[in-house]
Nanobody, 124 residues
Framework: QVQLVESGGGLVQAGGSLRLSCAASGGTFSRYAMAWFRQAPGKEREFVAGIKWTGVITYYVDSVKGRFTISRDNAKNTVYLQMNSLKPEDTAVYFC?????????????????WGQGTQVTVSS
């Protein structure tokens, strides 16, 4: 059983930056595909970014390409989401997710483990 704990959310002005962290425990972290999803009020949960086991392969939803960067430190059992040039439409609760399946991609149903979420609010 993998436990995920997100941190780093907060309130920031448009154009600002935040760095989210997700600390994992209870499993072999380096064998999990990791991802960030987000959910805004009244909207469905949306894939944001994903990263494969070694961290070499990453992928993003089009709306964050060039602004967000996902990375992982397998020695620290942690995955990060660096968010730059934030926009009000990035406001959401951000969730970290883990999947033991290497091919897990951008569907929430492919991920078995979820954190509790961290709120990101971008003011205009």
């Amino acid at each position: 059983q993998v436990q995920l704990v997100e941190s780093g959310g907060g309130l920031v002005q448009a154009g600002g930056s935040l760095r989210l962290s997700c600390a994992a425990s209870g499993g072999t972290f380096s064998r999990y595909a990791m991802a960030w999803f987000r959910q805004a009020p009244g909207k469905e949960r949306e894939f944001v970014a994903g990263i494969k086991w070694t961290g070499v392969i990453t992928y993003y939803v089009d709306s964050v390409k060039g602004r967000f960067t996902i990375s992982r430190d397998n020695a620290k059992n942690t995955v990060y989401l660096q968010m730059n040039s934030l926009k009000p439409e990035d406001t959401a609760v951000y969730f970290c997710a883990a999947s033991p399946v290497y091919g897990a991609y951008n569907f929430a149903s492919q991920y078995d483990y979820w954190g509790q979420g961290t709120q990101v609010t971008v003011s205009s």
